[in-house]
């Protein structure tokens, strides 16, 4: 497996975490249209197999993860609709991409996360907040309707008549009101960047396998019935039990050990 990160500058891989900014300081960090390309780039050779990394870990390179995009340029375009269309089909692409990684995916979401950055903060599997955290729909505020699987992924979060609340009304929500309703996974009073990059950290020293197993169940699970899923379930434990992390994971617990997985 072959590592090269020379085409995506702003992507970064230590510790087995493959770190993806989405937008830079400045604009108010707003999403920022080369790092998308960079971020679809990157979730393409980690897809391939060409990245050996064990997290994806979301960031904003600035005091914002994300505060949505960049309108100044909405306006500025020849053509709105294909503008806004091929901005919409690119940051798609990097949400399929997250959704399609055998790897968990966790989100700083330290200070605004609004419109699209609260779209990719949704499709983490981990999203980190603290008490500087603010999480807006935005969309209404400029006249448009949400991107990025906004309105597919916080129905299902929250319920659908919260998120219906919520990006009608357009009203900010502090970090640890949206972690009291399950908008954000995880709720820190420390630095919010910190935390997410240490777990993502220990995720990436986890069992892959399993991880890969779990994520393709859940992605499934609603496309299928109880009898189909649980025939799922069953193929994929057995196929792990002789995994080498499985093996590792069983007889560590056996011999009441940490286990020492290797990624396979």
């Known amino acids: ?42 979730l393409s050779a980690l897809l391939a197999g060409e990245i050996d990394a064990g997290a994806i870990l979301l960031v904003g390179l600035g005091r914002n993860f994300c505060a949505g995009g960049n309108v100044p340029g909405f306006a500025a375009a020849e053509d709105r609709s294909e503008h806004v269309r091929e901005l919409a089909d690119r940051l798609h692409g990097v949400v399929r991409d997250l959704e399609r990684a055998p790897v968990p995916v966790v989100a700083a979401v330290a200070g605004w996360a609004a419109g699209a950055g609260l779209s990719l903060a949704l499709a ?69 960047c910190t935390t997410a990059r240490e777990l993502a950290v220990r995720l990436a020293a986890g069992p892959r396998a399993s991880y890969a197993a779990t994520k393709e169940l859940l992605r499934r699970s609603e496309e299928r019935t109880l009898a189909q899923q649980l025939d799922a379930e069953r193929d994929s434990i057995a196929a792990l039990a002789v995994s080498p992390d499985g093996i590792e994971g069983v007889d560590a617990f056996v011999a009441k050990r940490s286990p020492r997985f290797g990624g396979a």
């Open 1 to 42: 497996m072959t590592t090269d990160l020379t085409a995506t500058p702003l992507v970064t891989l230590e510790d087995g975490v493959l770190t993806i900014p989405i937008s830079l300081e400045g604009r108010g960090n707003s999403l920022d249209s080369d790092a998308v390309t960079q971020a679809g780039t990157a």
């Open 124 to 192: 983490a599997d981990f999203s980190v907040g603290g008490p500087d955290t603010r999480l807006l729909a935005a969309y209404p505020g400029i006249g448009l309707s949400p991107d990025g699987g906004m309105s597919w992924r916080l129905p299902r979060a929250i319920g659908p008549a919260a998120a219906r609340a919520f990006i009608l009304g357009n009203e900010p929500m502090d970090g640890a009101r949206a972690h009291g309703i399950g908008m954000i996974t995880t709720f820190t009073e420390g630095d919010v």
